[in-house]
């Protein structure tokens, strides 16, 4: 019984991340905003084009811009 729980627990992965609540919309965690020398402008502008591709493409997950 023992063998069989390792051998099928990695196939069980995948089908319990698809059964996880997904969010309604995708977040996007972002880093180096201030140290990178792009101004906020250019950021903001890189931000909504993500999102809005995000959105786009169906994706509901978790996303990080460094």
């Known amino acids: 019984m023992g063998t069989l729980v390792i051998v099928a627990f990695p ?22 905003q201030q140290s990178c020398g792009v101004s906020q ?9 993500l999102f809005a591709s995000l959105l786009n ?4 997950g978790k996303s990080h811009l460094i």
């Open 11 to 32: 196939h069980l992965i995948p089908f319990l991340n698809f059964l996880k609540p997904k969010p309604a919309q995708p977040t996007i965690d972002s880093y180096g």
């Open 57 to 60: 493409a169906g994706y509901s």
């Open 41 to 49: 402008e250019q950021i903001q502008s890189l931000m909504e084009w």
